[in-house]
């Protein structure tokens, strides 16, 4: 006899479960194909018109990868992809407009900006967002789904400064798509290991904060990650070397995947409880 849960039978909901946990793949490999198919074209065409197709293709394929497979990694997500693009979509423009604004004045008051202040600033900025569905939504009983709010909405902020990066290099080399091919190819393979890493563990502070209600503890815990990944953004951003940029991106890729392993195995003992 089949079981069921909530009135889905087990074995369907297995398979559906399969194909989320590997639903990335064919994101990587269609957006791979399709970024590979606009070069060649403007390769051979020297169409300027297909330039911002590119620039958007190379943005998009990494962050949007990661953030289907940080999906998949836990069946039990509640958040539906339209919240997730929403979120990514808000948090990344609203994150990139204020840290722009911010970063401007604190620039021309002090003469200069020290790169842990460019930490704070944007790692504050994109919590914006996050702190939002925290307050406004329904979406706070799970402490998971903080972390893969966190996850987007850090891709989100990572694709408009890849854009904006790939539109000066371009500019500044007089449209030598081999340097921007280079671009592309650093900031998407190093952005899970980035942004969507560092506003992905504090947006999950934040929900097991709340989840505690705001104990002491809990709270103290918050904060001293906020400031963990305003230390690791300040770090990367001050390094120069890609033995810098490995050993900081390993750090924060594996503290993110740790918490996530940590959510699962939660999301499960609470499901077990609950029976």
Known sequence: MTTQRFGVPARGRQRRTRARRWAWLPVL?????????????????????????????????????????MDGRNPDYDLPLSVLLSCALLGGVLGAAVASVLEFDTMRRLGGLPTVLIGLIEEAAKLLVPVGMLIFTRYRANPADGLLIGVAVGMGFAVLETLGYGFVTLLATGGDLTDVEGLLLLRGVLSPAGHAAWTGLAAAALWWAHAQRWRPRALAAAVGTFLLVVVLHALWDATDSWYGYLVIGFVSLALLLRQTHRNVLTMAVSAGESR
Do not use: D, E
């Not at 018109?49 to 949007?64: K, Q």
């Open 29 to 69: 490999l269609v957006g791979t194909g399709l970024f590979i198919a606009v070069l060649r074209a403007l390769v051979i065409t020297g169409n300027p018109t297909l330039v911002p197709s590119l620039l958007v293709l190379g943005a998009l394929l990494v962050p949007v990868t990661f953030v289907v497979y």
